[in-house]
């Protein structure tokens, strides 16, 4: 699995810490920045990482503003994307086994560090439990399709 890591300037020190994690799990990854806490717009950053798991260069992202909000609406305006933002480890394992979401949003300036480390073990090692569950996965499409141009 390669994961597609980007954060906006509040959510940069736990990317980098999220960075380590993943190392040391031997997991791949590509970072999309941003590379300090200068101010950024997250936008930008939700953007091109949320191209690359919709064109198949990453298959899962984790999405790090201050809150995690910002990034994961803005994530979720993305077709096909399904970003949960996350403050704890129920959460997390609920966002993969029922909503199959292939983006994991945190935020930098709330959640500590080694929470966000245990969120995101959680998340990686989540799989989905698809049946039931699928069926509301297609409905969300659907949204998606009824509101294309
Ligand atoms: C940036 O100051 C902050 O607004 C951003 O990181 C995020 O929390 C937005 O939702």
Redesign the pocket.
Known sequence: MKIALTS????YKLKETIKNLLKELKIEFIDFGTDSEKSVD?PDFALKAAESIMNGETDRGIFI???G???SIAANKVPGIRAALCYNIFAAEMSRRHNNANVLAL?G?VTGDELAKAIVKTWIETTFDGERHEKRINKISEIEKKFKK
């Open positions: 906006d300037h509040g959510g997250y503003c201050g809150t909000i910002g990034i935020g300036r």
